[in-house]
């Protein structure tokens, strides 16, 4: 095995919540080339945080019957967050927005799929610091409640 970096120790303020954010693609995407180490995770920690209420969105199938009734078909029913970060400048949350949408995404060891946007909360009038927080969804990966009839 090949070291590739050292770090120095990190000291971590007890007032940040952070997580740890471990990633891999299942082929070359964003500049790396994973093929050349299928095992190779890339790992940080930053300061993110989960919003305190998770939402259940669902994907349905519902049909009416002959007498008028609905009934549903197929049901989904999955578990997701807002993942809110700290205030990063535009290099970090360029390097999370791509982390968040890699194939394989943990924070803290639990598996994650990010749909849609990585939203930045700042603005352009914003002069005094290039420091913005951003959120974005997340999406429990194997959490599933599904109910399929015929």
Same mark, same amino acid.
């Given at each position: 095995?090949?070291? =590739?970096? @050292?770090s120095?120790?990190?000291?971590?303020?007890?007032?940040?919540?952070?997580?740890?954010?471990?990633?891999?693609?299942?082929?070359?995407?964003?500049?790396?080339?994973?093929?050349?180490n299928?095992?190779?995770?890339?790992?940080?920690?930053?300061?993110?945080?989960?919003?305190?209420? &998770?939402?259940?969105?669902?994907?349905?199938?519902?049909?009416?019957?002959?007498d008028?009734?609905?009934?549903?078909?197929?049901?989904?029913?999955?578990?997701?967050?807002?993942?809110?970060?700290?205030?990063?400048?535009?290099?970090?949350?360029?390097?999370?927005?791509?982390? =968040?949408?890699?194939?394989?995404?943990?924070?803290?060891?639990v598996?994650?799929?990010?749909?849609?946007?990585?939203?930045?909360?700042?603005d352009?009038?914003?002069?005094?610091?290039?420091?913005v927080? &951003?959120?974005?969804?997340?999406?429990?990966?194997?959490?599933?409640?599904?109910? @399929?009839?015929?």
């Amino acid at each position: 095995m090949k070291v =590739l970096a @050292i770090s120095s120790n990190l000291q971590v303020s007890n007032s940040l919540q952070t997580k740890v954010i471990k990633f891999k693609h299942s082929q070359d995407a964003y500049g790396f080339q994973y093929s050349e180490n299928p095992l190779f995770y890339q790992q940080f920690r930053l300061e993110l945080v989960f919003g305190r209420i &998770a939402k259940f969105p669902v994907i349905e199938k519902v049909y009416r019957q002959q007498d008028g009734n609905f009934r549903n078909q197929n049901v989904s029913i999955d578990k997701q967050y807002t993942l809110k970060t700290g205030y990063f400048d535009e290099t970090v949350h360029k390097g999370t927005a791509v982390a =968040l949408k890699h194939s394989d995404m943990y924070l803290d060891g639990v598996k994650f799929f990010s749909p849609g946007e990585y939203e930045i909360d700042g603005d352009d009038d914003d002069t005094l610091t290039n420091l913005v927080a &951003a959120k974005a969804t997340i999406q429990q990966q194997g959490f599933n409640i599904t109910s @399929i009839s015929c």
